[in-house]
């Protein structure tokens, strides 16, 4: 039975909450996560020291929240979720390098900024209510190693970054869906980029995250509550029709390891029990990758998501600029 519904807008999707104690699963994952919001050439990256602006647009639009059979939740009739994201991004790489000098140190910080528009029917047992303004901070070091070049041209390149995710956003614990999630996460990944003909371009990135507890949950009864281990992979695959222009398949694929937990506040109950699974959803659709000259490159992203487990589920169109300096 769901009691309360949290909303946590992410990089390319939305997470939403319902209900403890007797919750379905998947419902605390943090905002910021990067899902489809990175896509063809992921693996490439600035080698040399400087600054890079990278900017996502996205709009996201959900029409269904599904149990843990894959089936429509009962209690919230016609729920409509809107997401207009902002996503800006700074990352600089340094003239330090390891590994004989073929990875190069650099750090990066992102900051979401949101609006919602959310409704559902009169008649529903939870009211959606919102809340606009700024997301958690994402901050954290990253590798970027040397391109492989083979045959005269690069064939491989990689990335590692630890990703930290700051409470830092707008919360409410009275408010259905926050921009901030109210909790600190780590964030690992791994990028890459393989290229096994001149205009065939293959990408993945591989994330793992793990959070830590909120201590203003909200919910009854409950005096803290932890987002269960999460992993998830960003992967493309495209062709180029042009010098300048791939078009090709991109998607993500998120699957939940373990179950959220809520921490009891009545005495002698030491934790509530009640999770009825882990979140998890398919996204994929077309995209395409222009390198329009030098300095400015530009990803257009379409999301349909399928297989979805304790989860929102709709599209998300999705625009990555990415502009060094």
């Known amino acids: 039975m769901a009691t309360k519904t949290q909303l946590a807008a992410l990089c390319a999707a939305a997470a939403c909450a319902f209900g403890a104690p007797m919750a379905q699963a998947g419902n605390l994952e943090p905002a910021g996560l990067n899902l489809g919001g990175t896509s063809f050439f992921d693996g490439f990256g600035a080698t ?88 958690d901070l994402t901050f954290g070091p990253y590798l970027q190693f040397n391109p492989v070049i083979s045959g005269g041209r690069p064939v491989y390149s990689q990335r590692i970054e630890l990703d930290i995710i700051a409470p830092t956003g707008r919360y409410s614990s009275s408010t259905n869906i926050n921009p901030s999630s109210n909790f600190w996460s780590i964030n690992p990944y791994w990028a890459a980029t393989w290229l096994p003909t001149p205009k065939t371009e293959v990408s993945w990135r591989l994330h793992y995250l793990y959070n830590f507890k909120n201590n203003d949950p909200g919910l009854p009864q409950t005096s803290s509550d932890k987002a269960g281990q999460a992993a998830w992979v960003n992967f493309t695959a495209s062709y180029a029709v042009k010098p300048d222009l791939n078009v090709g398949i991109n998607g993500y694929y998120f699957q939940q390891l373990t179950n959220d937990t809520y921490n009891s506040a009545i005495p002698g109950i030491a934790q509530i029990t009640g999770d009825t699974g882990k979140a998890r959803f398919l996204g994929i659709g077309p995209g395409l990758f222009w390198k329009a000259g030098p300095t400015n490159m530009w990803a257009v992203n379409l999301y349909f998501q399928t297989d979805v487990r304790n989860h929102t589920q709709g599209k998300v169109i999705n625009i990555h600029w990415t502009h060094p300096f």
């Open 48 to 135: 040399q020291p400087g600054w890079a602006y990278l900017g996502y647009y996205q709009y996201q639009h959900y029409t269904s929240i599904k149990d843990n059979n894959g089936n429509d939740v009962t209690n919230i009739g016609n729920p409509k979720i809107d997401v207009w994201l902002m996503l800006n991004q700074l990352a600089y790489t340094t003239g330090t390098t390891f590994f004989n000098g073929s990875a190069h140190l650099g750090f990066t910080g992102l900051l979401p900024l949101l609006h919602f528009n959310t409704s559902a029917d009169p008649g529903s047992a939870i009211p959606l209510s919102s809340n606009d303004g700024f997301g």
